[in-house]
Protein backbone atom coordinates (compact mmCIF):
# COMPACT_ATOMS: atom_id res chain seq x y z
CA UNK A 1 0.00 0.00 0.00
CA UNK A 2 1.76 3.19 -1.12
CA UNK A 3 1.99 5.64 1.72
CA UNK A 4 -0.69 8.63 1.86
CA UNK A 5 0.12 12.30 3.05
CA UNK A 6 -1.92 11.32 6.21
CA UNK A 7 -0.27 7.50 6.39
CA UNK A 8 2.80 7.84 8.68
CA UNK A 9 5.92 6.25 6.52
CA UNK A 10 7.64 5.42 10.10
CA UNK A 11 5.11 4.00 12.74
CA UNK A 12 6.95 2.69 15.92
CA UNK A 13 4.27 1.64 18.27
CA UNK A 14 5.32 0.90 22.14
CA UNK A 15 8.66 0.16 21.59
CA UNK A 16 10.87 -1.48 23.88
CA UNK A 17 14.46 -1.93 23.63
CA UNK A 18 16.94 -3.68 26.44
CA UNK A 19 20.47 -4.71 26.32
CA UNK A 20 21.32 -7.35 29.38
CA UNK A 21 18.94 -6.38 32.21
CA UNK A 22 19.11 -2.60 30.78
CA UNK A 23 16.01 -1.22 29.53
CA UNK A 24 17.43 1.53 26.92
CA UNK A 25 14.15 2.56 25.57
CA UNK A 26 11.12 1.91 27.53
CA UNK A 27 7.52 2.30 24.97
CA UNK A 28 8.73 4.44 22.58
CA UNK A 29 5.65 5.89 19.99
CA UNK A 30 6.28 7.81 17.30
CA UNK A 31 5.17 8.25 13.62
CA UNK A 32 6.92 9.55 10.76
CA UNK A 33 5.38 11.62 7.96
CA UNK A 34 6.27 11.99 4.30
CA UNK A 35 8.32 14.55 3.38
CA UNK A 36 8.84 15.67 6.87
CA UNK A 37 12.24 16.39 8.93
CA UNK A 38 12.24 15.14 12.20
CA UNK A 39 14.92 15.74 14.50
CA UNK A 40 15.08 13.27 17.66
CA UNK A 41 17.38 14.84 20.40
CA UNK A 42 18.20 14.09 23.60
CA UNK A 43 21.09 14.21 25.95
CA UNK A 44 23.89 10.98 25.71
CA UNK A 45 22.75 8.05 26.50
CA UNK A 46 19.26 8.48 26.07
CA UNK A 47 18.57 6.28 23.39
CA UNK A 48 18.90 8.40 19.96
CA UNK A 49 21.04 5.99 18.11
CA UNK A 50 19.57 3.08 19.78
CA UNK A 51 16.13 4.23 18.05
CA UNK A 52 17.62 5.19 14.68
CA UNK A 53 19.55 1.45 14.27
CA UNK A 54 15.89 -0.04 15.26
CA UNK A 55 14.49 2.25 12.53
CA UNK A 56 16.70 1.29 9.70
CA UNK A 57 16.67 -2.88 11.22
CA UNK A 58 20.12 -3.26 12.73
CA UNK A 59 18.15 -4.43 16.04
CA UNK A 60 15.36 -5.67 16.73
CA UNK A 61 13.14 -4.38 19.43
CA UNK A 62 11.79 -6.90 22.81
CA UNK A 63 8.72 -5.81 22.50
CA UNK A 64 6.34 -3.33 20.41
CA UNK A 65 6.04 -2.81 16.67
CA UNK A 66 7.83 -1.16 13.47
CA UNK A 67 5.57 0.36 10.73
CA UNK A 68 7.08 1.00 7.03
CA UNK A 69 5.11 2.09 4.79
CA UNK A 70 2.42 1.15 6.41
CA UNK A 71 3.21 -2.50 6.41
CA UNK A 72 4.34 -4.06 10.05
CA UNK A 73 7.91 -5.31 9.83
CA UNK A 74 7.67 -7.44 12.40
CA UNK A 75 7.73 -11.19 11.11
CA UNK A 76 9.62 -9.96 7.88
CA UNK A 77 12.13 -11.98 6.68
CA UNK A 78 15.69 -10.73 5.77
CA UNK A 79 14.81 -10.70 2.23
CA UNK A 80 11.48 -8.75 2.15
CA UNK A 81 13.18 -6.48 4.95
CA UNK A 82 16.12 -5.78 2.20
CA UNK A 83 13.27 -4.35 -0.08
CA UNK A 84 12.20 -1.84 2.43
CA UNK A 85 15.93 -0.88 3.11
CA UNK A 86 16.28 -0.35 -0.31
CA UNK A 87 14.43 2.82 -0.30
CA UNK A 88 16.73 4.38 2.58
CA UNK A 89 19.76 6.55 2.82
CA UNK A 90 21.93 6.40 5.89
CA UNK A 91 24.27 8.83 7.03
CA UNK A 92 26.48 7.75 10.10
CA UNK A 93 28.32 9.79 12.42
CA UNK A 94 31.82 8.95 10.81
CA UNK A 95 30.33 9.33 7.34
CA UNK A 96 31.79 5.77 6.84
CA UNK A 97 33.76 6.07 3.50
CA UNK A 98 35.84 3.80 2.32
CA UNK A 99 39.57 4.94 2.45
CA UNK A 100 40.56 2.77 -0.70
CA UNK A 101 37.81 4.31 -3.00
CA UNK A 102 38.05 7.33 -4.48
CA UNK A 103 34.55 9.52 -4.00
CA UNK A 104 33.27 8.83 -7.05
CA UNK A 105 33.62 4.73 -6.62
CA UNK A 106 32.09 5.30 -2.81
CA UNK A 107 29.35 7.04 -4.10
CA UNK A 108 29.19 4.48 -7.16
CA UNK A 109 29.22 1.50 -4.69
CA UNK A 110 25.39 1.35 -3.75
CA UNK A 111 24.56 1.55 -7.68
CA UNK A 112 26.95 -1.24 -8.62
CA UNK A 113 25.87 -3.56 -5.61
CA UNK A 114 22.06 -2.63 -5.80
CA UNK A 115 21.54 -2.36 -9.61
CA UNK A 116 22.18 -3.70 -13.21
CA UNK A 117 22.68 -0.02 -14.51
CA UNK A 118 24.94 0.16 -17.18
CA UNK A 119 28.21 1.74 -15.96
CA UNK A 120 27.99 5.11 -18.50
CA UNK A 121 24.50 5.33 -16.44
CA UNK A 122 26.39 5.16 -12.85
CA UNK A 123 28.95 7.23 -13.74
CA UNK A 124 26.40 9.93 -14.65
CA UNK A 125 24.31 9.05 -12.12
CA UNK A 126 27.30 9.75 -9.14
CA UNK A 127 28.08 13.11 -11.25
CA UNK A 128 24.46 14.11 -10.42
CA UNK A 129 24.86 12.97 -6.40
CA UNK A 130 28.02 14.51 -6.08
CA UNK A 131 26.59 17.89 -8.26
CA UNK A 132 23.91 17.86 -5.44
CA UNK A 133 26.28 17.76 -2.77
CA UNK A 134 29.15 20.83 -4.49
CA UNK A 135 31.51 17.41 -4.64
CA UNK A 136 32.11 17.26 -8.34
CA UNK A 137 35.13 18.11 -9.15
CA UNK A 138 36.97 16.33 -6.18
CA UNK A 139 35.29 13.10 -7.56
CA UNK A 140 38.22 11.69 -7.66
CA UNK A 141 40.05 12.34 -4.42
CA UNK A 142 40.49 9.82 -2.08
CA UNK A 143 39.07 10.43 1.64
CA UNK A 144 42.51 11.08 3.08
CA UNK A 145 42.62 13.77 0.38
CA UNK A 146 39.33 15.95 1.77
CA UNK A 147 38.27 17.73 4.85
CA UNK A 148 35.84 16.09 7.47
CA UNK A 149 33.14 18.70 6.12
CA UNK A 150 33.75 16.90 2.34
CA UNK A 151 33.41 13.53 4.01
CA UNK A 152 30.16 14.14 5.43
CA UNK A 153 28.92 15.05 2.13
CA UNK A 154 30.57 12.36 0.00
CA UNK A 155 28.36 10.00 2.51
CA UNK A 156 25.71 11.97 2.01
CA UNK A 157 25.59 11.77 -1.55
CA UNK A 158 26.25 8.05 -1.25
CA UNK A 159 23.63 7.74 0.65
CA UNK A 160 21.76 9.10 -1.50
CA UNK A 161 22.52 7.41 -4.55
CA UNK A 162 19.51 4.71 -4.83
CA UNK A 163 17.42 7.82 -4.66
CA UNK A 164 16.20 7.11 -1.10
CA UNK A 165 12.70 7.85 0.17
CA UNK A 166 14.12 8.21 3.55
CA UNK A 167 17.25 9.99 4.80
CA UNK A 168 18.27 8.59 7.92
CA UNK A 169 21.57 10.79 9.67
CA UNK A 170 23.27 9.83 13.05
CA UNK A 171 24.48 12.81 14.55
CA UNK A 172 25.69 14.70 11.05
CA UNK A 173 27.32 18.01 12.52
CA UNK A 174 29.52 15.65 14.62
CA UNK A 175 33.15 16.99 15.05
CA UNK A 176 32.63 19.40 12.30
CA UNK A 177 33.23 23.68 13.10
CA UNK A 178 30.20 25.66 13.13
CA UNK A 179 30.64 27.25 9.75
CA UNK A 180 30.78 23.56 8.25
CA UNK A 181 28.07 22.37 10.28
CA UNK A 182 25.97 25.06 8.90
CA UNK A 183 26.66 24.18 5.37
CA UNK A 184 25.83 20.43 6.13
CA UNK A 185 22.48 21.79 7.84
CA UNK A 186 21.47 23.89 4.91
CA UNK A 187 22.33 20.95 2.79
CA UNK A 188 20.02 19.06 4.29
CA UNK A 189 17.59 21.37 4.15
CA UNK A 190 17.78 21.59 0.46
CA UNK A 191 17.68 18.10 -0.31
CA UNK A 192 14.43 17.49 1.35
CA UNK A 193 12.49 20.71 -0.02
CA UNK A 194 14.00 19.97 -3.51
CA UNK A 195 13.53 16.66 -3.00
CA UNK A 196 10.43 15.84 -1.01
CA UNK A 197 13.10 13.23 1.03
CA UNK A 198 11.25 12.56 4.43
CA UNK A 199 14.40 12.99 6.99
CA UNK A 200 15.05 11.47 10.58
CA UNK A 201 17.69 13.21 12.34
CA UNK A 202 19.28 12.41 15.62
CA UNK A 203 21.07 15.13 16.80
CA UNK A 204 21.98 17.03 20.31
CA UNK A 205 22.97 19.91 18.69
CA UNK A 206 20.31 22.49 19.23
CA UNK A 207 21.26 25.09 16.64
CA UNK A 208 21.14 22.26 13.84
CA UNK A 209 17.94 21.04 15.28
CA UNK A 210 15.99 24.53 15.11
CA UNK A 211 17.32 24.85 11.45
CA UNK A 212 16.22 21.75 9.87
CA UNK A 213 13.09 20.27 12.11
CA UNK A 214 9.76 20.57 10.81
CA UNK A 215 9.05 18.56 13.91
CA UNK A 216 10.94 17.40 17.25
CA UNK A 217 10.82 14.41 19.58
CA UNK A 218 12.10 14.76 22.86
CA UNK A 219 13.67 11.17 24.28
CA UNK A 220 14.99 10.96 27.85
CA UNK A 221 16.05 8.03 29.48
CA UNK A 222 14.13 5.85 26.76
CA UNK A 223 11.27 7.65 26.98
CA UNK A 224 9.79 10.28 24.70
CA UNK A 225 9.26 13.12 26.65
CA UNK A 226 7.23 15.16 23.84
CA UNK A 227 6.92 15.32 20.23
CA UNK A 228 5.72 18.88 18.64
CA UNK A 229 6.16 20.73 15.80
CA UNK A 230 9.68 23.15 15.41
CA UNK A 231 7.35 26.21 17.03
CA UNK A 232 6.42 24.63 20.36
CA UNK A 233 10.12 24.08 21.04
CA UNK A 234 11.20 27.73 20.10
CA UNK A 235 8.21 28.68 22.22
CA UNK A 236 9.61 26.85 25.25
CA UNK A 237 13.33 27.70 24.77
CA UNK A 238 12.26 31.35 24.80
CA UNK A 239 9.62 31.23 27.87
CA UNK A 240 11.23 33.89 30.39
CA UNK A 241 12.96 32.29 33.52
CA UNK A 242 9.80 33.93 35.60
CA UNK A 243 7.04 32.07 33.65
CA UNK A 244 9.70 28.88 33.53
CA UNK A 245 9.23 28.76 36.87
CA UNK A 246 5.48 27.59 36.69
CA UNK A 247 5.98 25.05 34.54
CA UNK A 248 5.85 21.32 35.15
CA UNK A 249 9.14 19.21 35.77
CA UNK A 250 8.91 17.90 32.09
CA UNK A 251 8.64 21.06 30.16
CA UNK A 252 11.35 22.86 32.70
CA UNK A 253 13.53 19.72 32.02
CA UNK A 254 12.68 20.01 28.05
CA UNK A 255 13.46 24.01 28.40
CA UNK A 256 17.09 23.54 30.53
CA UNK A 257 18.03 21.35 27.69
CA UNK A 258 17.17 23.50 24.61
CA UNK A 259 18.95 26.29 26.02
CA UNK A 260 21.67 24.50 27.15
CA UNK A 261 21.04 25.88 30.95
CA UNK A 262 23.72 24.96 33.43
CA UNK A 263 21.04 24.49 36.09
CA UNK A 264 17.07 23.26 36.37
CA UNK A 265 15.75 19.52 36.66
CA UNK A 266 18.67 17.79 34.44
CA UNK A 267 21.33 19.19 36.79
CA UNK A 268 19.56 18.51 40.15
CA UNK A 269 18.61 15.32 38.37
CA UNK A 270 22.40 14.15 38.43
CA UNK A 271 22.82 15.19 41.85
CA UNK A 272 19.75 13.67 43.42
CA UNK A 273 21.94 10.21 44.47
CA UNK A 274 22.52 12.22 47.95
CA UNK A 275 26.42 12.83 48.23
CA UNK A 276 26.30 10.77 51.89
CA UNK A 277 24.63 7.05 49.83
CA UNK A 278 27.35 8.18 47.50
CA UNK A 279 30.56 8.01 50.12
CA UNK A 280 28.83 4.95 51.92
CA UNK A 281 26.50 3.36 49.59
CA UNK A 282 22.74 2.30 50.12
CA UNK A 283 23.83 1.25 53.38
CA UNK A 284 19.94 2.62 54.90
CA UNK A 285 21.67 4.31 58.35
CA UNK A 286 25.02 6.66 57.46
CA UNK A 287 26.88 7.49 60.32
CA UNK A 288 25.84 10.05 62.42
CA UNK A 289 29.58 11.49 63.44
CA UNK A 290 30.93 11.63 60.02
CA UNK A 291 34.34 10.89 59.45
CA UNK A 292 37.09 14.05 60.45
CA UNK A 293 38.96 14.85 57.27
CA UNK A 294 41.24 15.49 59.84
CA UNK A 295 44.65 13.56 59.43
CA UNK A 296 45.17 10.68 61.70
CA UNK A 297 47.96 9.57 63.62
CA UNK A 298 48.62 5.73 63.05
CA UNK A 299 45.20 5.65 61.13
N1 LIG B 1 24.99 -2.49 21.32
C1 LIG B 1 24.80 -2.13 22.60
N2 LIG B 1 24.99 -3.00 23.61
C2 LIG B 1 24.77 -2.65 24.90
N3 LIG B 1 24.36 -1.43 25.28
C3 LIG B 1 24.16 -0.51 24.34
C4 LIG B 1 24.36 -0.80 22.94
N4 LIG B 1 24.08 0.30 22.22
C5 LIG B 1 23.72 1.25 23.12
N5 LIG B 1 23.76 0.77 24.39
C6 LIG B 1 23.40 1.52 25.61
O1 LIG B 1 22.14 2.10 25.41
C7 LIG B 1 22.08 3.41 25.97
C8 LIG B 1 21.64 4.39 24.90
O2 LIG B 1 22.65 4.47 23.93
P1 LIG B 1 22.51 5.32 22.59
O3 LIG B 1 21.25 4.96 21.91
O4 LIG B 1 23.77 5.14 21.83
O5 LIG B 1 22.40 6.80 23.17
P2 LIG B 1 22.59 8.20 22.43
O6 LIG B 1 22.74 7.97 20.98
O7 LIG B 1 21.38 8.99 22.81
O8 LIG B 1 23.82 8.81 23.05
C9 LIG B 1 23.46 3.69 26.55
O9 LIG B 1 23.40 3.43 27.93
C10 LIG B 1 24.34 2.69 25.84
O10 LIG B 1 25.42 2.34 26.66
MG1 LIG C 1 24.32 8.39 19.56
Known sequence: MPATPDQPVISMRDVVKRFGS??????????????ETMVIMGGSGSGKSTTLRLMIGSFLPEEGEIWFFGEPTCGMGEAEFNGIRR??????QSGALFNSMTVAENVALPLREHTDLDPAIIDITVKIKLELVSLREHADKYPSQISGGMKKRAGLARAMALDP?????????????????????????NLSQQLGV???????????????ADRMAML???RILRVEKRSWFEQLRDTPEAEAATLDD????????????????ITDRSSDVGYEQD???????????V??????RGG
Open 22 to 35: QTVLDGINLDVYKG
Open 198 to 212: TSVVVTHEMDSAFTI
Open 279 to 289: LFGDSASFPTA
Open 220 to 222: DKG
Open 87 to 92: RFGILF
Open 291 to 296: PSLEPT
Open 250 to 265: DHRLIRQFLRGDPDGP
Open 165 to 189: EILFYDEPSAGLDPVTSAQIDKLMV
